[in-house]
């Protein structure tokens, strides 16, 4: 993830796309303090050059605080170095506005700015506080199922699919279900679908919350979507199979690089069986 951008591989029924994040950049001219605004929170700068313009230098990365001053202008800022945002150098910009609290966003939010957002319509359950889902990961209580979805006799271009996160402590637990039209649709698609939100909620978790080591366990019914899902890809070729899901899981990942989350196969259809 760069600076002020983050991808999301999002599946076939849109096309595959960037979501910038907006960021504020504003400078204090009456402490000469550099603030730069995320989604999630405010950092402060001081400068480290001597300035030969009241708006122009270099800052060093300080802290973080809760809001921007009133009166602040805007600027153009540059980290120091590529994707390193320590340091940043900065331009003049050009208007003032009025300072305003960083209301930090929901998982959900975080989730939807990363693209994709269809995949989160339909979600139930204990959705208000995801912080249990944090202590769920963080102490190895949580298990997450997938499964796909596909009828070619009611349609040959709809692949859908539906999970379900649940911590085996607290008993709180989420659902959500999915669907995309498209010429790629099938039953393995289906299965892909589902996983990726499994890893995707995941991903999200840890860098929401700033997790690191954690643990869980995933499920599904088709072992070759899982281990598709749970193999590590340095490279995924254009003519692999669901190549778009496959980088989606893998963007997924880097965001939770210590997590060990086992994937467990299970027999499909199993509510058929009788006692």
Request: glycine letters at 8%.
């Amino acid at each position: 993830m760069s600076s002020n951008v983050m991808s999301f591989w999002t599946p076939c029924r849109h096309d595959i796309f960037l979501c910038r994040r907006h960021v504020a950049r504003v400078l204090d001219t009456d402490k000469d303090i550099l603030f730069r605004q995320s989604m999630t929170k405010v950092e402060y700068y001081t400068r480290v050059t001597i300035r030969t313009t009241r708006a122009g230098g270099a800052f060093s990365k300080v802290g973080e605080t809760d809001c921007i001053p009133r009166g602040g202008v805007p600027v153009d800022a540059q980290p120091i170095s590529p994707n390193n945002f320590d340091g940043a150098t900065i331009s003049p910009g050009g208007w003032t506005f009025s300072s305003q609290v960083v209301q930090r966003p929901t998982l959900w939010q975080a989730l939807e700015a990363q693209g994709g957002s269809w995949m989160w319509e339909q979600m139930s359950g204990d959705t208000a506080d995801m912080s249990w889902l944090a202590t769920a990961l963080t102490n190895g209580t949580v298990i997450m199922a997938a499964d796909g979805s596909y009828n070619k006799n009611k349609s040959t271009l709809i692949s859908g699919a539906g999970w379900i996160i649940r911590c085996l402590a607290s008993g709180k637990s989420i659902q959500g279900s999915a669907y995309e039209k498209a010429s790629c649709a099938s039953s393995y698609r289906g299965e892909m679908l589902g996983l990726l939100a499994l890893y995707a909620t995941a991903g999200m978790a840890h860098a929401f919350f700033n997790l690191r080591k954690t643990s869980g366990i995933i499920i599904g019914d088709n072992e070759g979507a899982l281990y598709q899902a749970h193999r590590k890809h340095k490279r995924v070729t254009p003519s692999s199979s669901q190549t778009d899901i496959i980088r989606a899981i893998r963007a997924a990942k880097y965001q939770c690089p210590e997590a060990k989350l086992e994937k467990r196969w299970v027999k499909s259809h199993v509510d058929n069986l009788k006692a």
